[in-house]
């Protein structure tokens, strides 16, 4: 199946920094969602984007989807605490199905 | 509460045993997927339906897991002779075609013992 490289695995952060994590895909793909999953919970749809080059925003959150369309960035300024979890991106060329990077864990200290 | 809704929350069984997750869509979706879910990796795709026609099936459903939708409204996954590699979440997710995007229930997590 598809390979989604999500970047990084993992970080630290103090409150109130920006955040920036990214997913690379070895194929093109049509669509870009990204979400966030809390421990035992479905994941939460945050932002979706539908076109290469297009940026959207979503509160503090900001999206873009790469012009390649292979990648998408998410960026989330000024963290707070309930900003923890972890972070997926998911893509699909045809809506049939959606191919899910592996997560950023987000820790964001006080 | 009009989001998609999944029972059990939680599921034990013993190898060998059957067990059947429900999923109720968000009413206005015609599209349903399943997905599994393993600790510290993001959900792999296992099947979708468009209304009550199951398209699309991943090869990592074998022979022992079958899904259906029999009014193009709720979904069944069913697990026949559980393992212990079945113990993972179970996701559901619910979307209308043409707005491309997708919303996840709270999942069901099986452990099998």
């Known amino acids: 199946g598809q390979q989604l490289n999500q970047s990084p695995q993992s970080m630290f952060i103090q409150e109130g920094e920006d955040v920036s994590m990214n997913c690379t895909s070895s194929s093109i793909f049509n669509t870009w969602l990204w979400y966030k999953q809390d421990p035992g919970e479905g994941p939460v749809l945050l932002i979706a984007l539908y076109k290469a080059g297009e940026l959207t925003s979503n509160g503090r959150l900001t999206a873009?989807?790469?012009?390649?369309?292979?990648?998408?960035?998410?960026?989330?300024?000024?963290?707070?605490?309930?900003?923890?979890?972890?972070?997926?991106?998911?893509?699909?060329?045809?809506?049939?199905?959606?191919?899910?990077?592996?997560?950023?864990?987000?820790?964001?200290?006080? | 509460d009009t989001g998609v809704s999944q029972n059990p929350r939680h599921k034990i069984t013993k190898r060998g045993q059957n067990v059947t997750f429900r999923c109720d869509p968000i009413s206005e979706h015609n599209r349903l997927y399943w997905y599994r879910q393993t600790l510290g990796q993001g959900p792999e795709f296992l099947t979708y339906f468009q209304n009550e026609a199951q398209l699309e099936k991943s090869r990592l459903l074998s022979d022992r897991f079958s899904a259906e939708r029999p009014k193009g409204s709720f979904s069944t996954l069913e697990i026949q002779r559980t393992e212990q590699g079945d113990s993972a979440m179970y996701l559901c997710a619910s979307g209308q075609w043409g707005e491309e995007t997708q919303y996840f229930g709270p999942g069901t997590r099986l452990l099998v013992l």
Do not use: E, M
Not at chain 1, 72 to 93: E, R, T
């Open chain 1, 64 to 110: 873009q989807f790469g012009i390649t369309r292979k990648d998408s960035f998410l960026n989330i300024s000024a963290s707070i605490p309930s900003d923890v979890g972890i972070y997926f991106c998911a893509g699909s060329y045809n809506f049939n199905k959606f191919y899910f990077g592996s997560g950023t864990k987000l820790n964001v200290k006080p």
